[in-house]
């Protein structure tokens, strides 16, 4: 054990010893120097031990890597923030917007401006997670179009075809709503990348990924699917203990009909680590667009009831959330990242030199877990945040 990470690492072995996972993966890089802590078994009463390359349903943890491929895309000119998202979403031409969130699904007006990339990357473009108890939460709903922890089912083009079906419930670029639009954009990059790489039939998002991301990188456990004789079990907490929510041989072993970055997403601790090390380093993607996909990108009025979701002193950049003030104590401003709800958590905190990377196998019930128990020893044994803004290491 590393003795400036010694608290750390026993942390996670302690929730794997309280039973809370059967195991715990973590990846750390603290000025440059990086280390690996792997604790418990990939299944409840199995031999077979978690490592740093151990393939994890990522969850919303995919959502920076979106962003990270889209703002590859446009370093090499193919999209551009401010394009029209209907050059390829025909179906997002003509939106029309509800009168009110919690109106009748005919109660609507045209949209006063065009759906955008920016506003996809941004998750302004007009839909998301809602109060449920409205008609649109409803049909949004009874159409698939939230996934959970599941991944969905849909062909992209139906999903498209769901989503052009219904209104907006608020005008473009006006609020922040979870969610949707990663997906959403998860099927503007594969539409243009198909164009791009001269590709027909299934959409190519697993080819985009690894043309721009996982081979410059090196990723070996990075795509929309895993091994099943290394994927963990997925599981769930019950009132009984924990039950299985997915098994190894599951959903996310299997290509799937809808590639997507906002939950469909499998990687390692390893991987990932890596990945953001790149975005630290500036050596994935030009160093001014990774600051604006880095950078808080919402309007105080956009960020309105996004405090419940994000926390207070969080907002969000380019599919990625940012630390705008204070908020929780093992944080600064300008650390950036995010949770997944398969139990999934990777932030990088630049005033610390600091990037860390949690991967679980058990599905977070509660959307106020912060992962406390692994950010503040982290954080306490990497010293107190500096004044450095640039690069985490």
Do not use: N
């Not at 919303?60 to 491929?69: C, D, H, N, R, T």
């Not at 849909?154 to 052009?164: F, W």
């Not at 990108?297 to 956009?302: F, I, W």
């Not at 009831?305 to 969080?314: H, I, K, V």
Request: aromatic residues 8%; hydrophobic residues 40%; charged residues 20%.
């Amino acid at each position: 054990m590393s003795s400036r990470f010694e608290a750390v690492w026993r942390a996670v072995q302690e929730k794997v010893d309280s039973g809370w996972a059967p195991g715990i993966v973590a990846g750390v890089r603290h000025r440059g120097t990086t280390e690996y802590f792997a604790a418990g078994v990939r299944t409840l009463g199995g031999p077979e031990p978690m490592q740093a390359g151990t393939p994890f349903r990522m969850a919303s943890l995919g959502k920076p890597m979106g962003g990270a491929l889209a703002v590859a895309m446009m370093a090499d000119g193919t999209l551009a923030p401010d394009d029209p998202a209907d050059m390829w979403l025909p179906e997002l031409a003509f939106p029309h917007v509800l009168t009110s969130p919690d109106a009748p699904l005919d109660s609507t007006v045209a949209a006063e401006h065009e759906i955008t990339v920016r506003q996809l990357l941004t998750l302004t473009h007009g839909m998301g997670y809602m109060d449920p108890d409205t008609p649109l939460a409803h049909a949004m709903d009874a159409a698939g179009l939230f996934p959970g922890a599941r991944r969905h089912t849909l062909h992209p083009d139906e999903y498209m075809a769901r989503v052009g079906g219904l209104p907006l419930a608020h005008q473009p670029g006006t609020r922040w709503s979870y969610h949707v639009g990663s997906d959403i954009l998860s099927v503007l990059l594969a539409r243009a990348g198909r164009a791009l790489l001269a590709r027909a039939g299934r959409a190519p998002l697993g080819q985009l990924l690894q043309e721009y991301i996982g081979t410059p990188l090196g990723l070996s456990a990075t795509a929309f699917y895993g091994d099943p004789a290394e994927l963990p079990t997925a599981y769930e907490p019950t009132s009984e203990g924990l039950a299985v929510f997915d098994e190894p041989s599951g959903q996310f072993s299997q290509q799937p009909e809808f590639e997507s970055f906002g939950g469909g997403l499998v990687s390692s601790v390893a991987d990932y680590l890596t990945f953001l090390a790149a975005l630290a380093d500036d050596s994935l993607l030009p160093a001014e667009l990774r600051a604006e996909m880095t950078r808080d990108q919402l309007t105080e009025a956009q960020k309105g009831g996004s405090e419940e979701l994000l926390g207070p002193g969080m907002s969000w950049g380019w599919q990625v959330s940012v630390q705008t003030g204070e908020a929780d104590p093992w944080g600064a401003p300008g650390r950036f990242g995010w949770m997944g709800g398969s139990g999934t958590t990777a932030f990088v905190d630049p005033s610390r030199e600091l990037i860390g990377v949690l991967c679980t196998q058990r599905i977070i019930m509660d959307a106020y877990d912060d992962f406390s128990w692994f950010w503040g020893p982290l954080a306490k044994a990497a010293g107190p945040a500096g004044t450095r803004a640039g690069q985490a290491g």
